[in-house]
């Protein structure tokens, strides 16, 4: 988990933060566009959107701001947006999954190898790393949810896969088609959780050294600062001292 929520709490301290609250709105605001375009535009009825809706809230995204992104979806403006996944691996062998919407593949194809290239990585072939990755569903709850016990117990009645907490809160997975209704179950005994979204979970993480750490953050944070660039993973763990430096 170390890599996990030690790398959040960096990147939330890093920055010009209205610069990167406006890019994370933009992105967010994009999703709730695609998934209503592709699905029914009520939440209620249409599972990805009810679930980008819910990230961009947690997010505090403005309600006209999801409104309008959502309405956009049913106007004839509407950008269509293909969905990509990018594969390689960063300084210190570190695997790298990058999902993009994007209007134009070969300009992010370019821009995403050119990345890799310039920070020490390399981009592979679409399937590359993915093995070493499960697609799950993620529901994160802050720790005033409950014990780990407490909040144990709610997530195998709620037909969830595994939990694991520490003192940044509370990570519960579940398979990927199962997120909805896991979600929906989870608030109605442990109510309203901070996140739910689908993830690449890594199956084993490889710690990193300081330089090399230093190195692969410039990576990731050029990676995400990219407007066609959605999600970022990668299978690393900082260790206490080593996030303490960063």
Not at 8 to 16: D, E, S, T, V, Y
Not at 107 to 132: C, D, I, P, Q, W
Not at 205 to 215: G, I, W
Request: charged share 30%.
């Amino acid at each position: 988990m170390a890599g996990h929520s030690k790398w959040a709490n960096i990147q939330h301290r890093k920055g010009k933060q209205d610069a990167i609250r406006s890019k994370l709105f933009s992105k967010l605001a994009k999703e709730i566009t695609v998934a209503a375009k592709m699905g029914d535009p009520d939440p209620d009825k249409n599972p990805r959107l009810r679930l980008a809706v819910k990230e961009a809230k947690s997010n505090s995204v403005p309600k006209d701001v999801i409104d309008r992104a959502i309405k956009k979806a049913s106007g004839g403006d509407a950008e269509t947006y293909d969905e990509i996944r990018y594969e390689g691996y960063g300084p210190g062998g570190i695997a790298i999954i990058v999902e993009a919407m994007t209007d134009n593949r070969n300009r992010t194809a370019s821009n995403v190898r050119s990345y890799f290239t310039k920070h020490g990585g390399n981009l592979g072939e679409t399937g590359s790393v993915a093995f070493m990755f499960d697609r799950v569903g993620e529901i994160v709850y802050k720790p005033e949810a409950g014990d780990a016990d407490t909040v144990m117990m709610a997530a195998i009645e709620a037909g969830a896969d595994d939990v694991e907490s520490d003192e940044e809160g509370h990570y519960i997975y579940c398979a990927d088609t199962a997120l909805n209704d896991v979600s929906a179950a989870l608030e109605a005994s442990l109510g309203e959780s901070e996140t739910a979204k689908l993830i690449w979970k890594p199956q084993n993480r490889s710690p990193v050294d300081l330089d090399t750490a230093q190195k692969l953050m410039k990576l990731l944070e050029t990676l995400e600062d990219d407007d066609d660039v959605q999600n970022v993973t990668g299978n690393f763990d900082l260790s206490d001292e080593v996030a303490a430096a960063l």
